[in-house]
């Protein structure tokens, strides 16, 4: 089945840098895209960027350019997010999800991780 | 302040059938599809409806979406849950959600 695993929760101080990652299993990672989502305590949903696991193009929300950066390793079948600069409203919980059809940024997001919580404490 | 507009609230008796609404602009839900996510409590947002109607694997068909809402019927208190809507916006040249809308099963 599919799964995407993701690494454990993080406490990082205002300025510093964290990479969360993503393991996934149950298909072949190359085939579908991954997308990063985040969620601040108790509010919505807000789409980060997405990365091909095929060739490793990115697709960068305007928000978080030049802040995010979006790799994969596919000898592991992992996908990595590293935000850098942090402040106190990144903290979130962050998720990866698989794109539904192939090598698009556009396609709709059917598995995702259980979520990696973010804190930013001074 | 969501680029998708949803309403926040929406309640319904076991049984009963609800609709969510979820309304947006031309560069996105006016040219792309919309889609539909269940988040339990503490849990990670679940693909429900994609490509407007398509049911993903597993979602029972009393959950049904139609061009702009999504629709329970036969509501039982697993339905509570905030549900987000979901569209590819063309301008943004990225996903945009809704707000998200608490349903509460009374």
């Known amino acids: 089945q599919v799964q995407l695993l993701q690494s454990g929760a993080e406490v990082k101080k205002p300025g510093a840098s964290v990479k969360v990652s993503c393991k996934v299993s149950?298909?072949?990672?190359?085939?579908?895209?991954i997308t990063w989502v985040r969620q601040a305590p108790g509010q919505g949903l807000e789409w980060m960027g997405w990365?091909?696991?095929?060739?490793?193009?990115?697709n960068y929300a305007q928000k978080f350019q030049g802040r995010v950066t979006m790799t994969t390793d596919t000898s592991t079948n992992t996908a990595y997010m590293e935000l850098r600069s942090l402040r106190s409203d990144d903290t979130a919980v962050y998720y990866c999800?698989?794109?539904?059809?192939?090598?698009?940024?556009?396609?709709?997001?059917?598995?995702w991780g259980q979520g990696t919580l973010v804190t930013l404490s001074s | 302040q969501s680029v998708l507009t949803q309403p926040p609230s929406a309640s319904g008796t076991p049984g009963q059938r609800v609709t969510i609404s979820c309304s947006g602009s031309?560069?996105?839900?006016?040219?792309?599809?919309m889609n539909w996510y269940q988040q339990l409590p503490g849990s990670a947002p679940k693909l429900l409806i994609y490509?407007?109607?398509?049911?993903h694997s597993g979602v029972p068909d009393r959950i049904s979406g139609t061009s702009g809402s999504l629709a329970i019927s036969g509501l039982r208190a697993e339905d509570e849950a905030v549900y987000y809507c979901?569209?590819?916006?063309?301008?943004?040249?990225?996903?945009?959600f809704g707000g998200g809308t608490k349903l509460t099963v009374l």
């Open positions: 149950g298909y072949t990672f190359s085939s579908h895209g």
């Open positions: 490509s407007n109607h398509q049911r």
């Open positions: 979901a569209a590819w916006d063309d301008s943004l040249n990225g996903w945009v």
């Open positions: 999800a698989r794109g539904m059809w192939g090598y698009v940024p556009y396609s709709v997001s059917d598995y």
């Open positions: 990365i091909s696991t095929y060739n490793g193009n990115t």
């Open positions: 031309s560069s996105n839900i006016g040219i792309n599809n």
